[in-house]
């Protein structure tokens, strides 16, 4: 049983930056595949990003350039580094975890507004 916790969630100005974090707790993380997603008021929850145990990373189109996805094992967490943001990133950001089962946290909301 994994339990993920996001943080890092606010309001920011277009062009600003955040970082969000997913802490890990039940079990280590160096063996699942990370990802964030996000849901957008009466959208569906679309993947942001996600990082294989190896490293290896994959952005929405939406997002590549703008966007990084990076973990640290030993603290058991996953990061989301958000430049450049836009209106249109506004969501509730969501991590997930998978190894043969999945995992979801409670989200934290990002809003990208003047």
């Known amino acids: 049983q994994v339990q993920l916790v996001e943080s890092g969630g606010g309001l920011v100005q277009p062009g600003g930056s955040l970082r969000l974090s997913c802490a890990a707790s039940?079990?280590?993380?160096?063996?699942?595949?990370m990802a964030w997603y996000r849901q957008a008021p009466g959208k569906q929850r679309d993947l942001v990003a996600h990082?294989?145990?190896?490293?290896?990373?994959t952005y929405a189109d939406s997002v590549k350039g703008r966007f990084t996805i990076s973990r640290d094992n030993a603290k058991n967490t996953v990061y989301l580094q958000m430049n450049s943001l836009k209106p249109e990133d506004t969501a509730v950001y969501y991590c997930?975890?998978?190894?043969?089962?999945?995992?979801w946290g409670q989200g934290t909301q990002v809003t990208v507004s003047s």
């Open positions: 997930y975890a998978w190894n043969v089962r999945s995992y």
């Open positions: 039940g079990s280590t993380i160096s063996i699942y595949t």
């Open positions: 990082i294989l145990s190896g490293g290896t990373t």
